[in-house]
């Protein structure tokens, strides 16, 4: 689907794999364009087998920088100097697009057909909070971490083209597809955190050893769903068995400013159907970030 990219492939700092050339300090990093990930070397030497058929030899770490705002790990990022710009021809009817991980000053996003604009949007993502006169005089601007757009029309044969502006740009996943509205949100969503950092105390209970891990982020919902939705649900289910989406408890950023902490890139964990009721339908929708 990818057109074309501002972000170049190698990328600055990234070095292509040489079939004749002896790699001689373990931990050396390379690329492969065939396969757009980066490869780091186990062992030395030279070898002309590829990285992505030698496992003993090299490990796979990362996707390219070009490609990595198209994978599904919030935690690697395309980086490049303003603007960066992809276009996509999706290939059928679309009518959202998500990006997360964002660090930028502005995103525009345009579909077209030809020299046909059909829809063009720019959000401003330089934020900055001012509840007090406090923060309006002295307080720090903020990136916008995520946007969502539901409104784009649904033609087929489109080309989108999102465009990330203002310094050096970041945008660690795109998203696009038709949306599926799960029902409303009730009271009592709760967002925690599965914390994989190591904790240690000694036997005087003193703090000794203290890593820094990664934190995953975990999603419990319960949704009012109108009956007529149970068959759409239920066949959502099954598609995304196993399958990274991008849920949106909010579907909009100026509305609620909690919708960072509603929204989630991953897959679910349990989604029971509860037909107590005889005029609506309850779903337990647990969700886990990737």
Not at 148 to 158: K, R
Not at 261 to 274: A, E, M, Q
């Amino acid at each position: 689907m990818l057109v074309s990219s501002t972000a170049p492939e190698p990328s600055a700092g990234e070095t292509l794999w040489n079939p004749a050339t002896n790699y001689t300090t373990i931990g050396t990093e390379v690329i492969r364009t065939q396969t757009h990930w980066v490869y780091t070397s186990k062992v030395t030497g030279v070898d002309a087998g590829t990285p992505e058929t030698t496992p003993l030899r090299w490990e796979p770490t990362r996707p390219t920088n070009r490609w990595a705002m198209f994978q599904t790990d919030r935690n690697v990022q395309t980086v490049l100097a303003s603007p960066l710009t992809v276009v996509l021809t999706p290939g059928k009817r679309i009518n959202s697009v998500g990006l997360v991980g964002l660090e930028a000053n502005s995103v525009t996003v345009e579909l077209k057909i030809g020299a046909t604009v059909y829809y063009t949007k720019t959000i401003n993502t330089l934020l900055r909070n001012t509840l007090t006169w406090t923060d309006y005089l002295f307080g720090a601007f903020r990136y916008q971490e995520s946007l969502v757009m539901f409104d784009l029309p649904p033609i087929i044969g489109a080309t989108l083209t999102i465009t990330i502006a203002g310094g050096t740009c970041k945008c660690a996943g795109v998203f696009f597809n038709m949306n599926v509205y799960l029902g409303r949100i009730l009271k009592g969503a709760k967002v925690d955190s599965d914390n994989f950092s190591k904790f240690e105390r000694d036997p005087y209970g003193t703090l000794s050893t203290l890593i820094p891990k990664r934190t995953v982020p975990k999603h419990a919902y319960t949704l009012l769903v109108e009956n007529e939705r149970v068959e759409t649900l239920r066949a959502l289910k099954k598609t995304l068995n196993a399958v990274s989406a991008l849920w949106s408890g909010l579907d909009d950023k100026k509305e609620d400013p909690r919708f960072e902490s509603l929204l989630c890139v991953g897959v679910y964990r349990s989604f029971p159907f509860n037909f107590e009721h005889t005029n609506h339908t309850l779903v337990d929708l647990q969700l886990e970030e990737m």
